[in-house]
């Protein structure tokens, strides 16, 4: 989908698929503070496979885009799924962005967020949301710093438990 990309710092962005499953496990299986705070474990295996299957009611894998980081050695940094045209026509929804703890505060999450932001634009989008679990304070501060404003504060079932999420949202300008 991003056939245009930038490069940063010698990190690529690609699309990725099930032939990438076994990396995007491992850095679900590196990002141990994520996995307690939204699920209270870390990932048990079987993250990879639902990030990539994962799909909104009435969508499909048409509107599905799974985007990797790769380092200059090919290993995965960073995955980050999103769907076009969720909840309504125009919006882009952000299931997850994971980056490798190893290699967090060293503006990947920067990166592969202003990438998708120009992809949106490029599609005439106008939004881009997401919904964050409230006890994940350093990723609201990141989506802050991306520019993205709370809407609403939201109960939801998540892992078949009541979680409270801030809805944020960025603006296409
Ligand atoms: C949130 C996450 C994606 C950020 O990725 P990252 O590559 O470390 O972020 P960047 O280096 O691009 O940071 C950009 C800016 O965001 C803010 N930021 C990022 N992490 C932060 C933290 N832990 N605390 C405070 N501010 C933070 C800073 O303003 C930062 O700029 P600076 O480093 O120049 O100060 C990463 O920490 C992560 O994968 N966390 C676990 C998964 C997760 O929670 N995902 C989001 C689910 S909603």
């Given at each position: 989908m991003i056939s245009n990309y930038n490069e940063y710092k010698n990190f690529i962005i690609k699309d990725v698929s099930h032939n990438d499953q076994i990396k995007i496990q491992e850095l679900c299986n590196s990002c141990v503070d994520y996995f307690l705070i939204s699920?209270?474990?870390?990932?048990?295996?079987n993250e990879a496979q639902e990030f990539l299957m994962v799909l909104p009611p009435n969508?499909?894998?048409?509107?599905k885009i799974n985007l990797g980081i790769f380092n200059i050695a090919e290993d995965l940094v960073g995955f980050v799924d999103l769907i076009r045209n969720?909840?309504?026509?125009?919006t882009w929804y952000i299931g997850l962005l994971l980056i490798d703890s190893k290699a967090r505060r060293n503006g990947l999450g920067k990166y592969i967020i202003h990438e998708i932001i120009k992809m949106v634009k490029k599609d005439s989008g106008e939004k881009i949301k997401i919904g964050v679990l409230i006890e994940n304070e350093s990723a609201l501060k990141f989506w802050e710093s991306m520019g993205f404003v709370t809407t609403e504060k939201s109960e939801i079932i998540f892992e078949g438990v009541n979680r409270s999420i801030y809805k944020m949202e960025y603006q296409i300008l």
């Open positions: 699920q209270g474990k870390p990932a048990t295996g969508k499909t894998f048409e509107d969720y909840p309504q026509n125009g």
